[in-house]
């Protein structure tokens, strides 16, 4: 079994910073993509952005320039560096990751959620 766990999520100001943390736990075997999606009350969740194995990105048109996903492979932790947030970014934020078990299984993987809130 893998888990993800979550941290980092708040209450901040309109144009303030939060950083958020996913670290993948248990009989890992290789994790390839990892990335952070968003729901927010009455919207179906979204992609905020995704980050491969080798490092290539890819970020929602709403958060480009302003979030920056990164990973560590060595902790097999992911994270969400959210720079001059909007009341829009609100949401709960969830950490996905795609697990790979011999010999070529592929499970998805969710965190728990974590709450971002933007006052305005």
């Known amino acids: 079994q893998v888990q993800l766990v979550e941290s980092g999520g708040g209450l901040v100001q309109a144009g303030g910073s939060l950083r958020l943390s996913c670290a993948a736990s248990?009989?890992?075997?290789?994790?390839?993509?990892m990335g952070w999606y968003r729901q927010a009350p009455g919207k179906q969740r979204e992609i905020v952005a995704r980050?491969?194995?080798?490092?290539?990105?890819d970020y929602a048109d709403s958060v480009k320039g302003r979030f920056t996903i990164s990973r560590d492979n060595a902790k097999n932790t992911v994270y969400l560096q959210m720079n001059s947030l909007k009341p829009e970014d609100t949401a709960v934020y969830y950490c996905n990751a795609r697990h790979v078990r011999p010999p070529g299984n592929e499970d998805v993987l969710w965190g728990q959620g974590t709450q971002v809130t933007v006052s305005s």
């Open positions: 980050i491969r194995s080798g490092g290539s990105t």
């Open positions: 248990g009989s890992i075997f290789s994790i390839n993509a």
